[in-house]
């Protein structure tokens, strides 16, 4: 079976700060990918990285950086200097095996002050 | 480029009515889709995917139903409305090639039940 917990329901910063999103996961297959999606309050999902089973190098865009680490099983999101247009909720997603299906954590819900 | 329509936006059903909404993908062909029902609470939960015309998986028992008539259209209908299905639903696609590609979502319709 397959499981994604994001243990943080909500978290709130001031503008600036670092905030870390933690994402861990369970799935018993070899081959599997990761995904992190923003979720912002027009309500869309905006698709920001995917990463499969077999690629545990960090990745850095801009702003936003992401750390796989196999063995805690996790697939943490950090956003340095956040912005209030971060504001938003985060969510982890997996998907395994032959089917191309997300399975979605809870979501953590980002709000970033002024 | 690839863009997705979803509509309408919003929808205020009395229970018993039926409903059908719509999906189409523009700028791709033989996507795989996709239709998510996000209830209050925030998890994204999949009800149905498809492969190709007229393929059509369900994930869960429930009173909606799917159908893809034409490649790039997807449909959520129900013939009753139940107090229940209020939530946002989501349509989403992704290509077809090796490897676990993202998935696009559509803006969404938030389905309220009266």
């Known amino acids: 079976a397959q499981k994604v917990t994001q243990a943080q329901t909500e978290i709130s910063v001031v503008e600036k700060e670092d905030v870390t999103l933690d994402c861990v996961y369970e799935?018993?297959?070899?081959?599997?990918?990761l995904f992190w999606y923003k979720q912002p309050p027009s309500g869309e999902l905006v698709f920001l990285i995917r990463?499969?089973?077999?690629?545990?190098q960090n990745e850095i865009s801009g702003r936003y950086s992401w750390n796989f680490q196999k063995s805690t099983s996790s697939f943490n999101f950090t956003i340095t200097a956040s912005q209030v247009v971060d504001s938003a909720v985060y969510f982890c997603a997996l998907s395994q095996g032959g089917s191309e299906k997300l399975v979605f954590g809870k979501g953590t819900k980002l709000t970033v002050n002024p | 480029s690839q863009t997705i329509h979803q509509w309408p936006a919003t929808l205020v059903q009395p229970v018993g009515s039926p409903l059908s909404l719509e999906c189409t993908v523009e700028g791709t062909s033989n996507p795989n889709l996709y239709w998510y029902r996000q209830a209050a609470g925030r998890g994204l939960q999949l009800l149905f995917y498809?492969?190709?015309?007229?393929?059509i998986s369900s994930e869960v028992p429930q009173n909606l139903s799917a159908s893809r008539p034409q490649d790039r259209q997807f449909i959520l209908s129900s013939k009753k409305l139940l107090l229940s299905d209020s939530g946002f639903y989501l349509c989403?696609?992704?290509?077809?090639?090796?490897?676990?590609?993202?998935?696009?979502f559509g803006d969404g319709t938030r389905l309220s039940i009266l």
């Open positions: 498809s492969v190709g015309i007229g393929q």
């Open positions: 990463r499969n089973s077999f690629d545990e």
């Open positions: 989403a696609w992704s290509v077809k090639s090796p490897g676990h590609q993202p998935q696009h």
């Open positions: 799935t018993r297959d070899t081959t599997y990918y």
